[in-house]
């Protein structure tokens, strides 16, 4: 299903009744901008930012949904506890720099990993091709190719070009979406 429903559709297909909670598990290697994105959602100063040295968790009301985020940080020393979180995961949100093409297999590698993971199994990826302001950005379908998403057949999943930086594309989880998705 690699179109474009949106998180708020995956919700709404999840979670019956809105008031439920909903938790996210916000992955993907250092630097590629999973705690920018979450202060983003949580509306949130974004102008310092340091590398996560653990995780970061951040609940999100929005029209309902109460978003339970848990940002884990991404250094390579730090991703074997990332198992530690996978339990009662409803949606995997995977970041991914866009423009660090020299890291796409290492982080293919890992995205690879995640979807093996027995206790991830069958739950919905949304990928964030991040980092799109930057002119060496590759494009969400070029990422999509690269990481062989198309080969994907036991989740729902997509990939949603974004910058955490500027906000744009990160709409996918603003209060809008929410309310226009309870609307239909």
Not at 115 to 122: C, I, M, S
Request: proline share 3%; net charge neutral.
């Amino acid at each position: 299903f690699g179109q474009k429903p949106g998180l708020l559709s995956i919700l709404r297909r999840l979670k019956h009744t809105p008031e439920q909670e909903v938790r996210l598990l916000l992955l993907g290697l250092d630097n590629a901008g999973k705690t920018t994105l979450l202060k983003q959602l949580a509306a949130e100063d974004i102008s310092h930012i340091t590398p996560t040295q653990g995780f970061n968790i951040k609940s999100v009301q929005s029209s309902g949904f109460k978003l339970n985020v848990w940002d884990i940080g991404g250094q390579r020393k730090i991703r074997p506890y990332w198992k530690n979180y996978f339990e009662n995961t409803d949606v995997l949100i995977y970041v991914i720099d866009s423009s660090d093409k020299k890291r796409l297999e290492e982080t293919s590698l890992e995205l690879s990993e995640l979807l093996e993971e027995e206790k991830l199994a069958a739950v919905p990826l949304l990928i964030f091709a991040n980092k799109q302001d930057l002119t060496t950005a590759s494009s969400a379908s070029e990422l999509a190719e690269s990481l062989n998403l198309h080969t994907i057949r036991d989740r729902m999943w997509q990939v949603q070009a974004c910058s955490a930086l500027t906000a744009e594309g990160v709409q996918v989880l603003t209060i809008h979406s929410i309310q226009s998705a309870k609307n239909k």
